[in-house]
């Protein structure tokens, strides 16, 4: 029951997180302003890391503030929404332009990327209610 919580739990994070298209950014020059609008696909990223269950509160915390600093320098085309710890994984959502900027943020924190996947569409107990 607990597992099929947790599932309700990422399918709604997810629901909710694919449905904001983009990120709109402005930017002032002289006496104008320009909307620059960068379109944002949602992933999920699956990372293999043995013992990932195991790791304890502030190495979770090290590694979430690696990120945050990485996802800082690499400015508005990436966002980190949240993630999954499981036994030898983790399970990351994310917002980006593309898949290559995935890459490039798993690089230069040292985080491996085992597989990225696209999410094409959400269902959720909502959907079965026709919602």
Partial sequence: MKTLSNACKLLIAMFFFCHVPAIAQTTSTNDSQTVKTTEMKTYLIERDIPNAGQLT?????????????????????????????????IYCVYKAKNEDLIREHGAEGGFPVTSIMQISSVISPATAEGK
């Fill in 57 to 89: 509160a502030d190495q979770l915390k090290a590694i979430s503030q690696k990120s945050c600093s990485v996802l800082k320098t690499m400015g508005p085309d990436i966002l980190w929404v949240q993630s999954y710890v499981t036994g030898d994984k």
